[in-house]
């Protein structure tokens, strides 16, 4: 009886140490809030001079500071200014949703979103961060070794090929190129006619799905059905869908395990 007592405070003893080490390797909220020359009033410079259409989602401080602490991102760098700054960011009337803290209209933060996903625990090294996603079922992410060599550099999984592709763009770069270019060239032959009557409205946790699917040979979206589906069943599916097309390719893809 004794022995086994000993070997039940024992374990007991390894799973707290266990716990208290993974505790330790977060880095305190206060250490993150950077008070002295935080990214945000540049990030709203941006915002402020965008040429595509920008709405920053209504913040809540306390969400705010316990996503920033998950995601263990500095406020000194612009993903960290974003997420303790606003709900998420919606550009092109919701066309791209950049993710944030969560709001009413985008109830997903960045942290939750990608826990089960791409992080098992918070604070461990992940192959890749989720940021943002579209109407159409892209979702980009920032790269951490499990998309390719340019660590911190951001990939979009393409709808119509189902691959991971390099941006050649870090995460402020990404907010640029989400605010400033035309969008409508980096989507060529990826927006039907009359996609801006249906996106004003668009649930943040809503994409598009479509038959034919876009990566099937010579689809033509224009003559394609839609429906709206769960964002996390359409994550879920690209990604078992890519790595079943891309597995004999040679196409660098996602490793990460689900």
Do not use: H
Not at 153 to 167: C, D, I, R, S
Request: glycine share 8%; net charge positive.
């Amino acid at each position: 009886m004794k022995g086994t007592l000993k070997i039940a405070s024992l374990i007991a003893l390894i799973l707290f140490s266990f716990s208290v080490s993974a505790q330790n390797k977060l880095i305190s909220l206060d250490k993150l809030i950077n008070k002295t020359d935080p990214a945000w009033p540049l990030v709203k410079k941006w915002i402020d001079s965008a040429k595509n259409k920008v709405e920053v989602l209504p913040v809540d401080s306390a969400k705010a500071k316990e996503v920033l602490y998950n995601a263990q991102m500095t406020t000194y760098a612009t993903l960290g200014s974003v997420i303790y700054n606003t709900g998420g960011i919606m550009v092109d009337n919701g066309w791209i949703r950049i993710l944030g803290s969560g709001s009413e209209r985008m109830t997903r933060n960045i942290a939750d979103w990608n826990k089960g996903k791409t992080i098992k625990e918070y604070g461990d090294n992940i192959p890749y961060l989720l940021i943002a996603d579209d109407a159409i079922g892209g979702f980009f992410a920032i790269n951490y070794g499990g998309l390719g060599p340019d660590i911190k550099n951001v990939y979009y999984l393409e709808p119509n090929t189902l691959t991971w592709q390099p941006l050649g763009a870090g995460y402020g770069e990404f907010l640029i190129f989400c605010f400033d270019s035309d969008l409508s060239k980096f989507y060529k032959g990826l927006r039907w006619s009359s996609w801006d009557q249906f996106i004003a409205n668009l649930d943040g946790t809503k994409t598009y799905s479509f038959r034919p699917y876009l990566w099937e040979k010579d689809t033509d979206i224009e003559k394609c059905s839609r429906r709206l589906v769960g964002i996390e069943e359409m994550y879920n599916f690209n990604i078992m869908k890519s790595k079943e097309l891309n597995a004999d390719k040679g196409i660098k893809k996602d490793d990460a395990k689900q």
